[in-house]
């Protein structure tokens, strides 16, 4: 048996004459002692975990395949023997990861599409290290993962100390409540020059980990809102057998139970396979006409799996209408990577604008011949809780939470995370960091003490404390430090604070430290979620960098408190005094007479993002008309929507917008022009050589920018090239200057705007104020006619002095300011409401910034989640509530005599205004301006 389950490792023929064979010719070649060691591991972890090979979802686990499905972060792979003979036999390969320049750098797999919420994965590796002497390394197993405008993620699995030439077994665990936009596990930690083996590597669910979740997923669709509301598809858990089912051109069939018991119902007692599909949209539908409502937005539930040629499959929900008008439409409601050993639930949404003529909802996605299996199918109609603040009882504002943050007592509190040193050192900065002082004061004691951590070997290591049972649900808190790094590592290192919550990591802020002075590190965040362990770390620098930390500290912020200091600063920038002269028409002073004064618009730009789809509901539209003077396209003017296949040009959906703006009179600006991140780029333009390119970048810009002439006041030209470099990479520095350029000439009516994430909440290091500036100069210096800053304003905890230092920072650059992608998330709506406050009461306060743009306000409309101020039926929520008092607050409408002198003073914010007086001749209505400038006289005839 043994040595069958040597045979399946290491990819040797079925047969027990060919496995011994392979066996004793490796144990000839290789030393006895450690291929026994490798042995015992091995077998040992096979008895253990009997089947392991169908749950494991690192695939090519042994190397049986070569490198397919591996990559290397940097240094080289190959296939090597035990001690790298790569003309060994193959029974005895693993993988060596050579080259190898920093500790990070080893073996990788992308594992998202594999990966399951709320399930606890064991991870186990065969590992060992080889070098020119006897040593010994730690081993980790890492999870990085990535998510669009968020900083990556680096998740610590477990280590292992291993010998030169000597095998060991790494183990660890890991659980995600969500999942990422990608996940990569890798094994690293060697110091560089010492090369990394791999002989088997698995990372599987933990047996009482899917019981459990399967558990709560019966649960969770026993208790979906399904049951108590109305049903929109019939028969959703096939109670009545396939009433009101039919197939979609292939077969469908009934069953309490298939393989002999081995696949049950979920939850009721029936379910459904959908069998004999030649195609991928073949699949299970029920006709919905008439039971969908315009405007109300639906929750789409499916529970579903495969069975057949495949171990998963992608599963889709989709909807197929015919408009009032014939169109017909296909929308994709959820999708879901389904597997052939459990059931998972698919989740989706649903809003239409209008009540379709016919509509059809079903299931298809898996490749052909692949069964498809339906435990439930439901769409039903969201119910929305009553909303209410949340409960803060005595906040402790400004109150460090942190232990001993000035080291007066030594290192009480601190803990060194890892195997790094840590000791107290003096000659820290002895002031509060200037983000920190609007909080903390001025006057606060500072030590001057430090943190030092040294004989860091990882990334993560550095000091820790434990923040268990000190933070408050719904608190926003404010992160603030002084750091820097010693010797070593290649230029500028990132440093960041971070929290671990119940094993997840949280952002607490990030820069770029230096080893020649003290940087500021200012960040922030907020926990909706009662967590059962919080730490607080700071990491960063590369392993063998010393990291130092002075006076971390953590604290909640008064919001309200600044808002009164922000109302005073907006007076002063945003209104100016005026004195209305009214004269008679002899001449004489209109003296003790009533005057209304109303602000018919006012001046400054606030507007937001509008996409063609939602023009058809009609209270989408009147509430941005309302409340809104500017607008910008959310996708319909990208590359990749207006040239999705190459040389095939789509401007439909966007002279729609153009001729709605016209229409109505409202100001638009183009976005983009560009999109510099790789994952932003049409898959047709990564294969085109650099000539091609190159004269497609030039057709983009012309066709685009000459299509539109005068039509947008603005154009974010190549969009966040702080966090992307595709076009540069490909062709040359110069393309960036040469891009602005190009879109001046065929439009100089238009300002040209850099555009980009994180740069005003302290989280990313990638895009600081400083890299900003740096950034903008070097494209002035290439004579880039850069005629705005744009600052996304995609912010997840705003705390007001951090937004207003960056602004301060990036006002010196002397160029207008702009928020162009302005949205806020909170599940509670009050709490949301006062995210957006925050920004939108420093954006308006700060005299550099001339507009604001909010990223979407209508629920099922808006790119972000839990960020909207609409619900999906046209209820304003608590957060539109909140943008709709500040407007009011921003307004002026006055009313009052006028005194002998035929006078009227008042103080109005810039923009346009109405006049009306009652004369002897009746009511007369005068209209007038108020623009920036000083006090202002308008002398009028009445």
């Known amino acids: 048996c043994l040595l069958l389950i040597f045979a399946f490792l290491f990819g040797c023929e079925v047969g027990i004459e060919s496995t011994q064979a392979r066996l004793i010719f490796w144990r000839w070649r290789s030393h006895p002692q450690h291929l026994d060691i490798l042995s015992d591991l091995l077998h040992e972890h096979c008895l253990e975990n009997s089947g392991y090979m169908e749950d494991n979802i690192i695939l090519n686990s042994i190397f049986e395949k070569g490198l397919l499905n591996w990559n290397t972060s940097s240094g080289t792979a190959v296939l090597s023997d035990v001690f790298g003979n790569t003309e060994m036999d193959t029974a005895a390969l693993c993988a060596r990861v050579t080259n190898r320049k920093d500790t990070w750098q080893g073996l990788e797999q992308d594992i998202t599409a594999r990966l399951k919420v709320n399930i606890k994965y064991s991870v186990t590796a065969v590992v060992g290290i080889m070098s020119s002497f006897q040593t010994t390394s730690d081993v980790l197993a890492t999870l990085r993962t990535e998510n669009s405008r968020s900083p990556t993620g680096y998740l610590f699995l477990g280590k292992v100390q291993v010998s030169t030439n000597e095998w060991a077994k790494l183990q660890g665990s890991f659980c995600l409540d969500s999942i990422p936009e990608k996940a990569v596990f890798y094994l690293e930690g060697p ?187 439901s769409i039903f109609p969201v119910l929305k809780p009553h909303p209410t603040p949340p409960l803060i009882e005595n906040p402790r504002f400004g109150v460090n939470i942190l232990e001993n943050s000035d080291l007066l007592n030594c290192l009480s509190g601190w803990y060194a995370l890892g195997s790094c040193s840590l000791v107290s050192c003096s000659g820290a900065p002895c002031i509060i960091p200037p983000a920190a002082e609007d909080t903390l004061g001025h006057d606060l004691s500072v030590s001057g003490y430090y943190l030092k951590a040294t004989n860091r070997k990882y990334i993560w290591e550095g000091p820790a404390q434990t923040l268990t049972g000190k933070l408050q649900l719904f608190l926003p808190y404010q992160v603030s430090a002084w750091v820097r790094v010693g010797n070593g590592g290649d230029g500028p290192q990132k440093v ?160 729609i917008l153009n001729s709605f703006c016209i229409k109505h009179g409202i100001p638009a600006r183009g976005h983009c022009i560009i999109w510099e991140t790789e994952n932003s780029v049409q898959g047709w333009l990564k294969k085109l050589t650099q000539h091609e390119l190159a004269s497609a970048v030039q057709s983009r810009i012309v066709d685009l920018v000459s299509r539109y002439v005068c039509k947008f006041k603005h154009y974010d030209v190549n969009n966040e090239m702080l966090h992307g470099s595709f076009f540069k990479d490909r062709l040359g520095a110069e393309i960036w200057p040469y891009m602005f350029k190009l879109a001046h000439q065929f439009d100089p009516s238009t300002k040209l705007f850099v555009n980009d994430y994180h740069v005003v909440d302290g989280c990313d290091a990638n895009s600081s104020p400083e890299k900003y500036i740096d950034q903008i100069k070097e494209l002035q210096n290439q004579g880039a006619p850069v005629g705005g800053i744009g600052v996304q ?134 209209n007038f301006k108020i623009e920036i400038g000083g006090p202002l006289v308008l002398e009028m005839h009445v």
């Open 191 to 377: 110091p560089p020059g010492i090369d990394l083996l791999v002989k088997f590597v698995e990372v599987r669910p933990c047996v009482e980990s899917q019981s459990r979740q399967h558990s709560m997923l019966k649960k969770d669709v026993e208790n979906s809102p399904s049951r108590q509301g109305p049903l929109v598809l019939l028969n959703p858990e096939f109670e009545d057998g396939l009433l009101h089912w039919s197939d979609k051109c292939c077969e469908i069939y009934l069953h309490e139970a298939l393989r002999k018991a081995e696949i049950l119902p979920l939850t009721g007692r029936h379910f459904v396979s959908v069998t004999r599909r030649t195609q991928g949209w073949h699949g299970i539908e029920q006709e919905i006409t008439g039971r969908l409502r315009e405007r109300t937005k639906y929750d789409v539930c499916a529970v579903v799996r495969i069975s057949g040629n495949a171990s998963l499959a992608e599963v889709l929900a989709t909807l197929w209408i015919k408009t009032a008008d014939g169109e017909e439409q296909y929308i994709t409601l959820g999708k879901v990577m389904a597997s052939a050993t459990d059931w998972m639930q698919l989740k989706g949404k649903l809003f239409l604008n209008s009540t379709p003529k016919k509509a059809i909802a079903y299931l298809e996605g898996p490749p052909s011949g692949v069964d498809l299996l339906v435990d439930s199918f």
């Open 496 to 655: 960041n604070v971070a929290l671990g919550v119940d094993g997840k990591w949280v952002n607490g802020g990030e820069i770029e430290g230096d080893k020649d002075s003290w940087t500021e590190i200012a960040g922030s965040f907020r926990l909706e979620k009662q967590p059962d362990q919080v730490i607080v770390y700071v990491q960063g620098p590369s392993a063998g960098v010393d990291l130092m930390v002075a006076g971390l500290r953590i604290f909640a912020v008064d919001r309200k408190s600044r808002f009164a200091k922000l109302k005073a600063q907006t007076n002063m920038v945003r209104k100016r005094d005026a004195i209305l002269l009214l004269k008679n028409k002899d001449g004489s002073p209109f003296s003790c007479q009533a005057v209304k004064i109303n602000q018919i618009q006012n001046n400054f730009p606030l507007g937001s993002c509008i996409n063609q789809y939602s023009l058809d509901n009609e209270l989408y539209v009147q509430f941005f008309l309302k409340h809104f003077n500017w607008a910008v396209f959310e996708n319909e003017i990208k590359w990749s929507w207006t040239e999705q296949q190459q040389g095939q040009l789509n401007y439909h959906e966007a002279d």
């Open 793 to 926: 304003g995609h912010v997840d905890t705003p705390i007001g002095a951090i937004i207003c230092s960056a602004l301060g920072k990036l006002s010196m650059v002397g160029l207008p300011i702009w928020f162009t992608e302005v949205d806020v998330a909170s599940l509670n709506e009050f709490v949301r409401g006062e995210d957006l406050e925050v920004i939108l009461r420093e954006a308006y306060a700060h005299p550099a910034v001339e507009g604001i743009m909010l990223w979407g306000f209508w629920e099922t409309a808006m790119h972000r989640e839990h960020g909207h101020l609409v619900d999906a039926d046209g209820t304003i929520n608590e957060a539109g509530k909140r943008l709709i008092a500040l407007r009011k607050e921003w307004h002026t409408s006055v009313e009052g005599y006028t005194d002998n002198l035929g006078q009227f003073k008042f103080n109005g914010y810039y923009g346009s205004y109405s006049l009306l007086v009652n004369t002897q001749e009746g009511q007369i209505q005068k």
